[in-house]
């Protein structure tokens, strides 16, 4: 069965440190992926995502993400964080023919100043 | 351009009742789906619609129901409210082409007491 796995459950940072939030996925074929950010009480925002071409993708708010076929994995990464980047960051699988979503369990980011 | 949106935003049910969360999306996309969000699990598909008068169960459909009548609006509803259902469920919806980003409305916390 498909499934997306989020090994790490809280991470805190430094503002201005470097940042990179860990996603693997047991799927079949290549899948569709994706990243979004939750702030708190709000939405989720699309923040990149993969489906072919360059395995390293640009998304919003400085954020990239690098697909490694090999390792099964799409890690999210940004240079230099900011405090407002505080949320819970969610890695996502599209399958199937009805673009239905897989979610990891999430990566809750605290920032510290 | 609104988007999706959700109501309530919040609401209280006790065991037994019933209720019916509303979604509304005015990008006049094909798919829309119903997912629910329970602490430190992700978000999990309950429902979803590839257009007007079709929809099929996902991961956990079980206490839920329902409908779409029209493009625009995706009603999901509680028969018979338990403690378990005590979630925020998140109303998205996409254009229907695989991979395409989900937009997401800002969700409806439920406490079922």
């Known amino acids: 069965a498909q499934s997306v796995t989020q090994p790490d459950i809280h991470i805190t940072v430094s503002e201005g440190a470097s940042l990179e939030l860990r996603c693997n996925y047991s799927y079949g074929a290549t899948p569709y992926l994706f990243w979004y950010v939750q702030s708190p009480g709000q939405g989720l925002q699309l923040l990149l995502k993969y489906f072919s071409g360059d395995t390293l993708v640009q998304g919003i708010k400085g954020f990239e993400a690098e697909f490694k076929r090999s390792q099964s994995s799409f890690n999210l990464r940004k240079p230099s964080v900011h405090w407002s980047d505080a949320a819970e960051y969610f890695c996502?699988?599209?399958?199937?023919?009805?673009?239905?979503?897989?979610f990891g369990a999430g990566t809750r980011l605290a920032v510290h100043p | 351009n609104a988007g999706v949106t959700q109501t309530p935003k919040f609401r209280i049910l006790k065991i037994g009742q019933s209720m019916t969360l509303q979604c509304t999306q005015d990008m006049n996309h094909n798919y829309m789906y119903w997912y629910r969000q329970d602490p430190g699990m992700g978000l999990k598909l309950i429902y979803y619609s590839v257009g007007a008068g079709i929809t099929d169960k996902g991961e956990v459909p079980n206490g839920y129901n329902v409908s779409r009548s029209t493009t625009e609006d995706f009603p999901l509803r509680l028969e018979l409210a338990a403690p378990s259902q005590t979630s925020v469920y998140f109303c998205?919806?996409?254009?229907?082409?695989?991979?395409?980003?989900?937009?997401f409305g800002p969700g409806t916390r439920l406490l079922v007491l």
């Open positions: 998205a919806s996409t254009q229907g082409l695989q991979g395409e980003t989900q937009y």
């Open positions: 996502a699988v599209s399958f199937g023919g009805y673009n239905k979503l897989i």
